[in-house]
Every structure is written in C-alpha cells, then in structure tokens.
C-alpha cells in the first residue's frame, strides 16, 4: 500500500501557486508588465500564443491529475468500496463548484445591498476558509455565514445570487475553482475506471481532446450540458490535461516503473509525445488559453511534466532540502493561499490601504516584481504557519 506524500508533487504544487499568486498580483502593476508576464490575450489581438502566465492553470489542472491516484488510491488501498469513493469526490467537486460561484460573483450592487461590495466579499472569503477549516465549531459558523451572504446578495437588476424557494444558485461562470472541480471530477472517474492502467489513461487523455475537435464542429450544439458546463474546452482539452497528470503519476504506484531510468524514460516520451502533438495541432486551431485547444493543453502537459522531472530527481530522488523543502511546505495546503491572495484587493478596499499597496509598484518594473514576490512569500508562509498550529483547509 502507497499513501505517503510525494515531495515532488508538493514541490511542483508550491511553485505554480506561487507563481499563481504573483502573476495575479503583478498584472495590476499596468502598463509597466511586458509582454511576457502577462497573459498572452492581453496584449495580443490575436490571441495565438502563450506566455509562462497562461500554464499556471493548466499546470495546476496536471498536478490535481498527479495527485488522484495518490488521494483516491489511499482510499482504495485501505478497503473503502468505489460507491463511497465516488461520494467523496461528488462533495469535493460540488465544494469546489459552490466556492467558484460565491467567487465570480464577489461584487453585487452598492446600492442595493447597502454596503460595501469590498466587505461582502472579505466576509465572503473568511466564510469559505471557517467553513471548509479544520476546526469544527467554526466550520458550523462559516457555512452559516456563506448561507446568509448569497442569500443577500443582489445585483444592479435585483438578480439574485441564491435562493431557497425554489432552491437556485446563480452560475453564469463556475470561476477558476469551478473549473479545476469540473476536471478533478472528470479526473477521478477516469481513475476510477481504469486505476493505473496507462494504454487506457492515454486513450482517455486522446478521447478527451477529441471533444473539443467534435464540439468545433458542432457535434453537441443544443445539448443540454452545454448550458452547464463547455465540453470542448473544460471537460475536453482541461479534462485531458488532468488526465495527463493521471498517466505520469501512475508510473509511481507501478512497481514495473520503480527504477529511475524507467521513470525518466517515460517522462521524457510523454513531454517528446505531447509536443509532437502540440505542433502538429498548432496549426489547425492555434495555441489559446481561453478557448483551450488542444495545442495549448499539451503543451501544458509537456512543461509542467518538464518541471516535475527536475524536480523528481532533485525531491525524491536525489534530495536537495535546501531546495525542495519550502515549496514541498507551501504546496501542502495550496486551497488556503490561493483564498487568501484572491481575499487580499478586498481587505485592501476596506482597510483603505489600497492606494499604498499599487503605489508600491508605481512606474517602476523592478518594485513591481518585488511586491508581488513579497506578497507570494508573505501569503504562502502565512498558509505553513497556520498548518503547523493545525489549521487547514480541506474539501
């Protein structure tokens, strides 16, 4: 049985949410950014391309694929029945998907809430983190609250964000947590079905980017689950990429795949794989993040497995702890930073430091940089303290 921590999943985990966190922190710096910090449609009409700023999802979508086998194989190992399985990720997915749409929908209406939008949504994220914390009595006082703040939201239309009678949640967008719930669910049931059986995950991984190609030609145009959730682009190139992360991760529960240089040689023939796949689509639909065609998600796949490599042989393999150490900390409770970097503008808005905080990086690249370096480092090492007094924040 394997159910022990991979220090270089935790390690790869750390550094995309730093760069997440600092990515997001930067681009508020304006003009200043160039182009290559910034995400590649920003600046490009044409939106064929990507910068390092465009993996930072995708590569985040690998890394939940790396870590199902491990999560869910844990479960499986220890006795649990596939049905109770399922239910488990059925509530993770749905905590992901309600957490995405309490997030998307951050600012209702001054006027006719009352109140700050700011301080609805500082309250919104305290919520989100009690209710889904460690500590129970606290967990009890967030959802409460999370109840209460969606059901007094409202909009500039009188729109409103949740409602008991009839029971409705607003979702026009899932955000970004909704989007890694999407494909952690379709991850999991990819796992599911065929647990380490890597001829099966990668037909899986192909079939999935064949839904984007099919939903291009309008093969699901009027079905019903499009007005949920988009095939092509969410369940089909993300899904896929989740599933990638699937494939790579299976290599270290297979005792067939235990030696280095089997590990590093499937590694590189999947990144040799996925670019030649990368390149060969390039042309037919371009590389674009917003619309995830398949280019785009294998390249994704092809550099965060890149990453991890280094990272395997310098964490697991080869230990560098003065390396490895403080991003394997920061990637153990990544949920809890990103809450807290995606609640840091509103607490900036009602604490009146907003105007101080963007004059740190002021007409000056080289202040900028520090500022969103500092503010990453600051967050992820307020997310390991609170783990080490035994706060976290799990689904």
Known sequence: MMNQRITSIDALRGLV???????????????IVPDWMMHYELRHKDANGMTFVDLVLPAFLFIVGMSIPFALGSRLDKGERTWETMLH???????????GVLMVNG???????????????????????????????????????LLWLGYVWIGPHDERLLTLAPFHLRSQWWGILGLIGWD?????????????????????MMLLLGLFVADREGVFDGLWLTNVVGIGDTLGTQGA???????????????ELSSITARVRFTLLF?????????????AYGINKNAATPSYGLWACAVTASLWLLLHLISDLRPLPSVNKPLALAGRNVLLAYLLSEALPSVLEVMQLGGWYHGLAQHNLTCAIARSACCAVLLLATTVGLNRIGFHVRL
């Not at 990720?89 to 957490?99: D, E, G, Y």
């Not at 990429?241 to 005792?255: D, E, Q, W």
């Open 107 to 145: 600012e209702p209406d001054a006027t006719k809430l009352g109140w700050s939008p700011a301080l609805w949504a500082v309250l919104m994220f305290v919520s989100v983190i009690f209710a889904f914390g460690s500590i129970k009595w606290l967990r009890i006082a967030g959802l409460g609250a």
């Open 271 to 283: 990144i040799v794989g996925t670019s030649a796949g990368a390149l060969l689509l390039q042309g």
């Open 241 to 255: 990429i989740t599933v990638g992360g699937v494939l790579l991760a299976s290599i270290l529960r297979a005792p």
């Open 89 to 99: 990720v059925l509530q993770r997915t749905a905590s992901l998907l309600f957490i």
């Open 184 to 204: 952690y669910f379709v991850g999991c049931i990819v796992f599911l079905l065929f647990r380490g059986h890597r001829t099966a995950l990668l037909g899986c």
């Open 17 to 31: 949410m730093f760069t997440m966190i600092f990515v997001n922190d930067l681009v508020s710096a304006g003009a």
